[in-house]
Nanobody, 123 residues
Framework: QVQLVESGGGLVQPGGSLRLSCAASGSIFSINAMGWYRQAPGKERELVAAITSGGSTNYADSVKGRFTISRDNAKNTVYLQMNRLKPEDTAVYYC?????????????????WGQGTLVTVSS
């Protein structure tokens, strides 16, 4: 079995910064693309940023220039550095991996989600 565990959410003032982390647990052989999504109250879940296993990234227009996604493949961890936060960034942030392969049987898990971490931007 595999799990994604997020951390780093919290309350921050507008203009502030937060860094989210998401670590995959289990006997991991490989992880394909990983991403961060968010869901604000009354809104649909949306993609914030994604990164391939090779390091290619893409971002939602609303966060370009403010957020940076990165990953440490050795630690099976993905990060989201969020700068110049705005009240409209307030949401529950979810980590996603589109495919995880585990040892020793090379079992594949698709669309694995973390439990979410709340980010609140408010003065």
């Amino acid at each position: 079995q595999v799990q994604l565990v997020e951390s780093g959410g919290g309350l921050v003032q507008p203009g502030g910064s937060l860094r989210l982390s998401c670590a995959a647990s289990g006997s991991i052989f490989s992880i394909n693309a990983m991403g961060w999504y968010r869901q604000a109250p009354g809104k649909e879940r949306e993609l914030v940023a994604a990164i391939t296993s090779g390091g290619s990234t893409n971002y939602a227009d609303s966060v370009k220039g403010r957020f940076t996604i990165s990953r440490d493949n050795a630690k099976n961890t993905v990060y989201l550095q969020m700068n110049r936060l705005k009240p409209e960034d307030t949401a529950v942030y979810y980590c996603n991996a589109d495919r995880i392969v585990t040892e020793p049987l090379r079992q594949r898990y698709y669309e694995v989600w973390g439990q979410g971490t709340l980010v609140t931007v408010s003065s």
